[in-house]
């Protein structure tokens, strides 16, 4: 199938250690954030998302982090699987009209190895 | 089906012919999206609905593009006369509302076009 994410960054970590993913975001007027996942040959899958009201959410496995005074998010996955293996991005979502207009980063590559 | 469907899932054009990209949304799904994702790259906003009303279309990259959702369910992605640089992957997302907000969006396979 298809690639995604060809020649993007790459986080390389051992299985059943942690794992943090960053990402700096652009327009200080977001308010809505999201983490998805896109595996080679698949639309990007939702994990978590985070308002700005907050600067932490937790998930199963999975925790976003929010730092609006530096526009950084990050995605910790604990206890890493060889199935959270693939591609990462954070979006943003500026609007003010309700909808998911997102903009997104550019992408991790997320290899765990055995 | 449970989730977003697109078809075709691949799709080879010769430059200059158009192109047809269908988007089945989640049932009930009031909002319906196009994004458009070049090799290596992240999505790309292009049109929004919400209903059979095309809200948003800022992302549309030029007038051979054109997106239609007549009756508030299905959607398609026109693209007319397409050139190399139309090449990409089209991925469909849908949500549903609560009040005048967006849920969470929902994404489709996609449908990755060729042009040669």
């Known amino acids: 199938g298809e690639s995604v994410g060809l020649h993007l960054p790459t986080l390389s970590v051992q299985e059943g250690d942690n794992s943090i993913i960053n990402c700096a975001y652009s327009n200080s007027a977001s308010d809505y954030f999201i983490w998805y996942k896109q595996e080679s040959g698949k639309g990007p899958q939702f994990i978590i998302d985070?308002?700005?009201?907050?600067d932490k959410r937790q998930g199963q496995r999975v925790t976003v982090l929010l730092n609006k005074t530096v526009k950084h998010l990050s995605l910790q996955i604990a206890a890493t699987q060889p199935g959270d293996s693939a591609v990462y991005f954070c979006?943003?979502?500026?609007?003010?009209?309700?909808?998911?207009?997102?903009?997104f980063g550019a992408g991790t590559r997320l290899a765990v190895h055995p | 089906g449970a989730g977003v469907s697109q078809s075709p899932r691949y799709k080879v054009a010769k430059r200059g012919q158009d192109v047809a990209l269908r988007c089945d949304p989640i049932?009930?799904?009031?909002?319906l999206f196009w994004y458009q994702q070049a090799l290596g790259q992240g999505p790309e906003f292009l049109t929004y609905f919400q209903n059979e009303a095309q809200l948003d279309k800022s992302g549309l990259p030029s007038d051979r593009f054109f997106a239609e959702r007549p009756e508030g369910s299905v959607s398609t992605l026109k693209i007319q006369r397409t050139q190399q640089e139309d090449s990409a992957v089209y991925l469909c997302?849908?949500?549903?509302?609560?009040?005048?907000?967006?849920?969470?969006?929902?994404f489709g396979q996609g449908t990755r076009l060729t042009v040669v």
């Open positions: 997302a849908s949500s549903s509302k609560t009040g005048t907000w967006d849920t969470e969006a929902f």
């Open positions: 049932s009930g799904h009031v909002s």
């Open positions: 979006a943003e979502n500026p609007g003010s009209g309700g909808y998911n207009k997102l903009i």
């Open positions: 985070i308002r700005s009201n907050m």
